[in-house]
């Protein structure tokens, strides 16, 4: 019997397993393959929620199925929707834990941001989410089921892109994150393609360099935040283990696709990292490493300490970076009247002016995972 996630109960969640693990279980239940690979679709294709929707499967079958493993299922708490388009879903994890995830529609793209954490421990300075701590590790279930319920919230859209850039540093749950890439990505169930996947990380250099060599084809995000080592310790306390020249050169080390690049992600503070000055150091920092530069003015959240510089600030920080040859882009930061653009999750039901609450109609007003 698989092992390796189980829910709250103890059996086997039909959600974070792996194709080798539905043959698995078949096998462990006397069942041939295919009926393993009967209950991946059910479970990914057609979204059951229930043994007894599994009208392909013996009757005498499904109880035992149900005695055997079970399938969770992730419900809004909270949905909102910011008078630009954004959409936040607050979920929680079985003890209570809240965790959110941002649905992004861009001009003929739909991107949802996932979270893997409630609560991070990487302690980055300009991050809301960095001030509760560790409450959390998600499973593979709970980070592919916030898919499965965006999907559910919007039927009529297509999502084309996935950012693990929610709650959390996707690098330091690991096993997890790449339990759900894998299963996100299957041809056969969910088929999100790698190349239209992104994980961001603030620079856990040993299990970058391992996520690439294991996930080439997925995109990688670095958050850089200064560019030097003594306000990166201040801002991303995870470089005084891996300081910049480590982290630069692991990502120079980095075999990438073709046409593929590392994005280096970069919160602009006012007054902390945004002169003329930091722009020439931080282009010449990043010489040599096949990139693009994303700009991120920052967002400002209740309790951190910083401003968000003003937008003649940011163009001339990125037009000092164009000039010396970078590929650079700055991020719009939409969402921030519901405490939904970057660096501003923090699992709380802040609602703007402007903005609406509702529970999807399409589910029972629970927000824990069944």
């Not at 690979?37 to 929620?49: E, I, N, P, Y």
């Amino acid at each position: 019997m698989p092992t390796l996630l189980t829910a709250k109960n103890g059996k086997p969640d039909l959600k974070g397993l792996t194709e080798r693990e539905f043959l698995e279980l078949a096998e462990d239940l006397g069942l041939p393959p295919y009926r393993g690979r009967q209950l991946a679709r059910w479970v990914f294709v057609r979204g059951s929620r229930s043994f007894d929707e599994m009208t392909d499967l013996p009757k005498d079958l499904r109880p035992r199925l149900a005695e055997s493993c079970t399938i969770t299922h992730l419900v809004p708490e909270t949905f909102q929707a910011s008078r630009d388009g954004i959409r936040k879903f607050l979920f929680r994890t079985s003890v209570g834990h809240p965790f959110e995830s941002v649905l992004i529609p861009d001009s003929g793209r739909l991107t949802l941001c996932l979270s893997v954490q409630a609560g991070c421990r990487m302690g980055c300075a300009f991050c809301a989410t960095g001030t509760l701590g560790l409450l959390e590790q998600l499973k593979a279930a709970s980070i592919v089921d916030q898919y499965l319920a965006a999907r559910r919230a919007a039927p009529e859209e297509r999502m084309t892109n996935l950012v693990f850039m929610g709650m959390g540093e996707p690098l330091d749950n690991y096993e997890e994150v790449a339990r759900a890439l894998r299963i996100l990505t299957h041809p056969a169930w969910l088929a999100v393609s790698p190349r239209r996947i992104t994980v961001s990380t603030c620079g856990l250099v040993p299990a970058m360099t391992r996520f690439k060599a294991e996930f080439p084809q997925v995109r990688l995000a670095v958050s850089l935040g200064a560019p030097d080592d003594e306000r990166r310790n201040q801002l991303i306390p995870v470089n005084k283990k891996y300081p910049l020249a480590v982290l630069l050169d692991a990502c120079r080390q980095i075999h990438l696709p073709p046409r593929q690049r590392i994005t280096f992600e970069y919160c602009l503070l006012s007054g902390v990292n945004d002169s003329p000055e930091d722009a020439s150091r931080l282009g010449e920092l990043l010489k040599g490493i096949r990139c693009k530069v994303n700009l991120i003015p920052f967002n400002e959240s209740p309790g951190l300490p910083y401003r968000r510089p003003e937008a003649a600030v940011v163009n001339r920080f990125a037009a000092l970076l164009s000039k010396v040859g970078m590929t650079v882009t700055v991020r719009e930061s939409r969402g921030r009247d519901i405490d939904a653009a970057c660096g501003q999750l923090a699992g709380k039901f802040s609602p703007g002016p402007n903005s609406t609450a509702r529970i999807p109609l399409t589910d029972p007003p629970r927000g824990r995972i069944d």
